[in-house]
């Protein structure tokens, strides 16, 4: 069973740089049968998807975000990582990692339980 | 940006009722939608993918349905444990989710 992992800094100071680190275990972060993605929940709120990189490295962004985001992978370690920049307070929110799988047409089909990361000086 | 509207924003139901939520794009989204049910403190769980079809493990009293820009969430029968929120999500362009459906007690 594919398990994601998220940790990171609970708190982040404006405008500082968000980094997090999604571990994936159970599963290859090179499999061919899925690609992973970023997506936040601020408290109270719905669901906002950040960011997904396909298992050929190419990447998609929200555009409303996508001059602020960085997604990467580190194969050897099996983790995937976010890295936000600029952030203010409305980056406050809980970051999960999930994956996209082909059997769920490419949909969120597993998550991490999500990391509040607040942001605050 | 495809915008996903769901309504209402809030259910309130007994166990044993029928609930239908709704979620409608502001563009044509083909089949691509899916539902996913939020419990409090949880993670998303994927309930239905591809507008009708249910992921694995997914009792048969969910189903979905719709396509194009309207969309139907449909609980045949509640269950104490369906009290949740629900959300849509869709993949025709990109990705985005609804605001959520809250289904009560």
């Known amino acids: 069973q594919l398990q994601l992992q998220e940790s990171g800094p609970g708190l982040v100071k404006p405008p500082e740089t968000l980094s997090l680190t999604c571990t994936v275990s159970g599963g290859s972060i090179t499999s061919t049968t899925q690609f992973w993605g970023w997506i936040r929940q ?5 669901l906002e998807w950040i960011g997904s990189i396909y298992y050929s490295g190419r990447i998609y962004h929200n555009p409303s975000l996508k001059s602020r985001v960085t997604i990467s992978v580190d194969t050897s370690k099996n983790q995937l990582f976010l890295n936000l920049t600029s952030v203010t307070a409305a980056d406050t929110a809980v970051y999960f990692c999930a994956s ?10 597993f998550w991490g339980q999500g990391t509040l990361v607040t942001v605050s000086s | 940006e495809i915008v996903l509207t769901q309504s209402p924003a809030t259910l309130s139901l007994s166990p044993g009722e029928r609930a239908t939520l709704s979620c409608r794009a ?3 989204v ?4 899916a539902w996913y049910q939020q419990k409090p403190g949880q993670a998303p769980r994927l309930l239905i993918y591809d507008a009708f079809k249910r992921a694995a493990g997914i009792p048969p009293r969910f189903s979905g349905s719709g396509s194009g820009t309207d969309f139907t969430l449909t609980i045949s029968s509640l269950e104490p ?10 993949r025709g362009n990109l ?4 605001q959520g459906t809250k289904v009560e007690i």
């Open chain 2, 95 to 98: 990705y985005t989710f609804g």
């Open chain 2, 26 to 28: 502001s563009q044509s």
């Open chain 1, 42 to 46: 601020p408290p109270g709120k719905g």
């Open chain 2, 81 to 90: 444990e369906d009290f949740a929120v629900y959300h849509c999500q869709q």
């Open chain 1, 100 to 109: 996209h799988d082909h059997d769920y047409g490419g949909n969120f089909g």
């Open chain 2, 30 to 33: 083909s089949s691509f939608l």
